[in-house]
């Protein structure tokens, strides 16, 4: 079994005084099914930032694809999914 925890929206580094805003970039994780065990990607930086929100490394769309690939035996293409899987995730 493989469990994937994925927010849809990030959150902006800045406070707007209420919180903060919904951003671009958030932390995925996966657990179980044979996966690597080890982080990918790396820490963001916070004050390189995009239009006030932190830079994304790796598109959600490839770890979809990785997961359609070697976990269910998809071809993520036949869906139109055009993003590289993520090599060393399982």
């Known amino acids: 079994m493989t469990i994937v925890v994925f927010s849809e929206f990030g959150r902006r580094v800045k406070d707007n005084g209420k919180g903060s805003n919904h951003g671009a970039a958030a932390p995925m994780f996966i657990v179980g099914g044979s996966n690597k065990g080890s982080i990918i990607g790396n820490n963001p930086n916070l004050t390189d930032l995009a239009n006030s929100d932190l830079k994304y490394e790796i598109d959600f769309r490839s770890v ?15 869906i139109g999914l055009k993003n590289k899987s993520i090599e060393g995730l399982f």
């Not at 979809?64 to 036949?78: A, C, D, G, I, V």
Request: hydrophobic share 25%; net charge positive.
């Open 64 to 78: 979809y694809s990785s997961l359609l690939e070697n976990k269910l035996s998809f071809n993520p293409k036949k």
